[in-house]
Each structure stands twice: as structure tokens, then as C-alpha cells.
């Protein structure tokens, strides 16, 4: 009959779309991310080579605005904006995603012990991922406030000299950051590692166990080891968390007391924003975008790397 | 979309207002006075311009202090779809104008007598090489000081008038057990002290050259260490809950009678009447010390576009509602402002904005009218941002008021 006639036809017609349908359908998010990731990318890094101020321009200046970035940088002794930025990145990372994975490993062991109740224990570490940064950071501006918070409640208590004031000096500021974040982020650390030693075998454990090794020594010798895959997840959500870090400081800090807890994003809306500086702010985020690379690039490779190995 | 739904409301427009005197037109006007009182006021300038047979169109765009409404702005400008009118002030102004987008109020200005009725210092920000392209709409006094007498009584101490009779006096009231100065820790409200300091030590022509003219020399010099050398001394005098406040909440110590004075600009005026204060009695509001005589001003400006041809009379039109003496009067009454026309009668607004009239005419004959710092009068954004920055890094650092100087000097120059 006519169908039969048409089967081939229709059937060549649906095998060719068959090989067409992905690429159909992955096009226009292709194209949504080639214009506006990668070619903003390029327009922003085009723009930091400008004198761009209030709106943009492409006058061309040169690495102009890169020396005037890096003019008085100084780790150490802060002299330019910018390297509080960077030494304030620096500091927050390495505390934050270091603290995350010892409180989230340490969290995981822990109920990793088949302890009764483990559920709501899940839940209540877990539970504060499910907050965005900005409430996150003003709950924990009101807690670190000395007149409103931690501070006024243990000296009603009756420890009148007790002192915490962090948020507001200028030197220990950024550490409240880290607080905030280690409070909102080691949950999630601690499902990722909770995950991975559920994944382990128990007969290795068990094996070990009839060798006469101590629990510890299990621990030491054969778990974490084995989590090497979760430290490495871990590490680079933290690390890209951390680097992309805005609305925390925003909600808990403003980037104050003055500057102190400013980091490279919220100088990058500043400058960019506020100041009308379009080409300075540009030349910043290209900054922090290849620091982004630094980090992704060995990452990637090593991953890539690894999945050839196995096949 | 944008194209089509601005023809549909010119459409519309038209033929509402086909009968109307000037035969139409629509002015889009951006904007952030979205709160209570100031909404009010804007609501007045839609009528006027209504009954005239123009149609005003909103921009309003949330998030006060207008860092979301500037970036909606630019993303039109470059589009080339400006709105008729923008609330943009200060040198800002000129960098507008260096995007060669505005328009000539030139024969507004002249039909209107603008250059006799605004004062020069005042005009010259509105202009770009000599034209009108901006109308003041409102003028705000930033060195004042607001005092709650209750609490200089119970500590025995004196309204001061110099730096040196405010530290005694904080001294008497710090031992009374009050705070004597309400502080609110955010860059810009450093930076307003600072500024006020700037004006009572250093004096008119001293902040002229270290605040308006940015001139490293006048920054990193002697009289700059006293100023700061003052600011750290005030320091001593806040509480440990100062860093981050927002300014509001430092006027309601002020108001509780927690704290004895504050320095802000006139707009704290709005917090002590909603709390039902009454000026001179509940609350003395005096200028800061050593600044009797002098006017730091902030003014809002609207910034005119170019746009086409069949909106002009309506944007002409708004350029002289916005100075007639009726605007004027209802819109400053709500804000708490004062009238940037000069010789409006007094009789409608409070005892403190009489007496700011006063000084601000005062001012503008002697040459004491000053452009504020702080509110984004006196120097481009790029250069504002680093005397902030140097500002509040000084305040709360532990650097001596050499090092301070020095280094304000360094960012300034490097912002330039």
C-alpha cells in the first residue's frame, strides 16, 4: 500500500534527522554560549586594552590599564586597592576551602558511623546550602555586630569584658567572611565525602580489620586515600566558589570596614560600575579570568588525562 | 519591541493630546525618586506638564542611589535610545557631555533669566562649554551638625562652635555615659565628615584646591594632616557598633537620645520630623564646627538627551517647569531640600530651611558656595572613588595623619 511505499523514504528521512536532531537542538544553546560567554570574554578583554570610562569606546591604550593595576602592588604591605583584593582572595580561599574539608571530612567520619538519628544529622549540615549568600551574610552581620549580637549576649550573660568584634577591624574583617562561608559551605562538603565512603567497599575495610589494623590506621591508611577523586571535586567547586565571591561580602561586609574586606569581584563591580572606569574594571576581571584558567586548564587536563588511562 | 511600543505610545499620546496648546509630545524622564514624599513631589511636575498637553512617561528604575538606574542608562545611550531626561549631577555631567548626547537648553535658559536666578558656581556644573544641558532641580546643605540638647544638658556640655570646644564637650558627655557622636562607618559618610572638617580648618580656598581641584600639593600638605589629624580625633568619640551603619540609624540615636550629634547632610531633617521632633526644641540642627558661613552643596540635576524632533517642546517644556517657583516650592517642601532659584519666598518651609535659604544666598555672594566631595559634586567618579578609599583606609587604619595625607595624595594622582 502507499505507507509501504513511503516507508523508505520516511524512514531514510527520520534516519537522516536522527543524526541531525542533537545538533538541531544543541545549535541554539551553542550559539547563546559562543556570543554571550566566549565572545563577551573576548569584548571584555578587548575593552581592558581601551581608555573606557563612563560608557565604552575602542580608543586603544595599550597594557595601560594592567600597569596602572599592578603600580604599588604589594602583598604584604597593601599599598593599592587592588592587592588588598588579591591578598584578601588569597587568604579567603586557602581558610575557606581548607576549613570546608576539615570540617567536612571530619563531619562525614563521624557519621559515617552508622549512628542512630544520622538523617536529621544529614539534614540539619546540610541545611544551611540551601540558604543563598545574601542571607547567609546579613543573618551573620547581625551576629558579628558587637552591639546587636555574639558580643552583647555573653557580656549579658555576665562576662562583661568579653570582646569579639571581627567584623568591624579593618585586619580581622576578612576572617568573618571566611566564617560565614565555612558555615554555609562544610554541609555540603560533608555529603560530597559522605557519599564517597559510601562508595567504598566493605569487604577491603573488613579485609584490613582481620590484618589487626586499628580503626585510625583504616582511616589513615586506606579510606581518605581512597577519597582522592572527592578532595579533588571538592577543591575545585570551593576554589571556584570562593573566587567568584560577591554577594557574601556584599550582604555581611560591604567590602568595609573602608576597603578592608574588598576581593577582586567587588572590585570589579566598583571600579567598573560606580566609578565609571569601564576599561580598568575590564582589565580586573581579565585578571581573575585567567586566574579561573590557571586553576580549570590543570584541572581538565589531568581529567581528560585520566579518562584516556582507563579506556 | 522598543521601537514599536514607543511609536504605540506616541500614537496614543497624540491622540490624546492632538487639541492640546503645544500639540503634543512625551518626555521619558529616569529617575529614582520612587519613595513617599519624593514620588509625591515628582507627581506635581507630571501634572504641570500634563496640563500643558505634554505626556510624561516614567523610567523609574528600583534600587536607590541610582547604580542600577546609570547602568540602564548607558545600555540606552549605546542602543542610541535615550530617555528625554536622566537624573545624573555633577562633574558627571561633563562626561555626558564629552559623549557628545545632549541637548541645548540655551533658549530655555535665556527666555527663563536662568543665569540671574541660579548662582554661578551652580550654573557652571549644568553647563558643557558654556551650554545648558542640565536643570537643578533641589539644593542640599552637607555641613550641618544635628544635636539632641537633652542629652548636651545632662552632660553639662556646650553646643560646640570650634574642634577644640568639640572635644571638650565630648569628653563631658562620654563621661556622662552617652556617645557623643553617632557615626555611621560607610565610605561616604566618612568622606562627608571628612569634608566638612576639610571646609572648617582648612577654609574656602583650601578646599577648593585639595577637594575640587584634586591638586596633589594641597593634599599632601600641612593644613591635610590637621584635617585628618580631627577626623581620627573624632574617631575616639563613636561607638564600637559605627563600621557599616547606615546613616538613618545613626539619626535615630541622635533622635533616642543614645548619642549627642551627628554630622549629616540636610536630608537627616526627614528622620527627626517622622519621629514627631520638632527643630529647636526636640533637636538643634547648627552647622558644623568652623563652617557658619559656608555652603557645602549637593544638587540633583536632570541631564537632557537629545531626542527627536516631535518630543522637543514636551522636553522644553519640563527644562522650565522644573525652575518655575511652583515645582520648586512643592517638590523641596517634600524632599527637605531647599529651591535652587534663588529669592523664593520662605513662609512654606521649616525653621531649618529658612535658615540654609539664607546662608545658601549668603554664600553664593561671598564665594563660600562649595560643592560637595562626597555627594559627587565636585570631582569626576574615577577621583571621588579614591579620596573614599584613601579616606576611609585612614580612618580605620592605624597610620599616622602624615602617612594619610601622603597616600591620598598618591591615589588621587594615580585616579586622575
Redo the contacts between chains.
Sequence with gaps: MNNKNNNGGLGGLLHRLENILPKIVLLPTFALAAIFIYGFIGWTTFISFTDS????NYKLVGVHQYT?LF??FNLITH?S?WSVAVSNLIIYSVLFIGICIIIGLALAIFLDQRIRGEGLFRTVYLYPMALSFIVTGAAW?WIL????GLERLIRQLGFSHFTF?W??Q?DLAIYTIVIAAVWQSSGFVMALFLSGLRGIDDSIIKAAQVDGAGLPRIYRKIIIPSLRPVFLSAVIILMHLSIKSFDLIMAL??G?????TDMPATFMY??S?????LAYGAASAVIMFLAVMAIIIPYLYSELRGTRNER | MKLVKGLLILLVASLFFYCGPSGGGTVEVLHWWTSGGEAKAVGVLKDMLEKEGYHWKDFAVAGGGG?NA??VL?SR??AGNPPAAAQVKGP?IQ??G??GVLTNLDDVAKAEKWDELIPKVVADIMKYKGHWVAVPVNVHRINWMWCNPEVFKKSGAEIPKTWEEFEAACKKIKAAGFIPVAWG???WQEATVFETIVAGVGGTDFYKKALVEADPAAINSPTMVKVLQTLKMIKQYT??????RDWNLATAMVIKGEAAMQFMGDWAKGEFTAAGKKPGVDYIATTAPLTAKQFIFNIDSFIMFKVKKENEAAQKAMARLILQPKFQEVFNVAKGSIPVRMGMPKAPFDSVAQKSMDDFAAASKSGDLIPSMAHEMAV???I??AFL?SV??F???DMTAEEGAK?MA?AVA?AK
Design positions: 570610562k563612563l560608557l565604552p596602572t603600580e604599588n599599598t586597592r552581620r555586630n558587637p552591639d546587636l568584634r567584623l568591624v579593618s561586609t560591604q568595609g570596614p573602608g576597603y578592608a566598583t571600579f560600575f560606580n566609578r565609571n572606569r | 547604580d546609570m547602568t548607558k545611550v549605546v558627571q562626561q555626558w564629552d559623549e562607618g560607610q565610605p561607638d564600637p557598633g559605627a563600621p557599616g569626576m567618579p574615577a571621588r572613588g578609599d576611609t583606609n580612618y580605620n587604619s597616600q598618591d594615580a
